[in-house]
């Protein structure tokens, strides 16, 4: 799956900006049968992606990708910032 697609799945799990305090993981649904887990931080802000789970059952982390795959780039994917206006 292309690096677009990811991120319109990754998008589409509607994860939060915040969640919790303490550092943990979290597994949202997302369209179609994907799952995505997303990595919050010691504040509980979110910090990154650690991985997409395909309907089919396909694990594609990220992080141990190599720089030369496209979809590695989603390591720095972040949900939109809400507008304050």
Do not use: M, Q, T, W
């Given at each position: 799956m292309k690096t677009q697609c990811l991120s319109e799945v990754a998008t589409s799990a509607a994860p939060p900006?915040?969640?919790?305090?303490?550092?943990?993981?979290?597994?949202?649904?997302a369209r179609d049968g994907w799952k995505v887990c997303?990595?919050?931080?010691?504040?509980?802000?979110?910090?990154?992606?650690?991985?997409f789970l395909s309907p089919n059952g396909e694990l594609i982390e990220p992080w141990t990708l190599p720089e030369t795959d496209a979809r590695s780039g989603m390591r720095l994917w972040?949900?939109?910032s809400l507008s304050l206006h």
């Open positions: 900006p915040k969640h919790g305090n303490y550092a943990h993981f979290v597994i949202l649904p997303f990595f919050y931080d010691g504040r509980g802000d979110f910090g990154y992606i650690e991985r972040s949900p939109a």
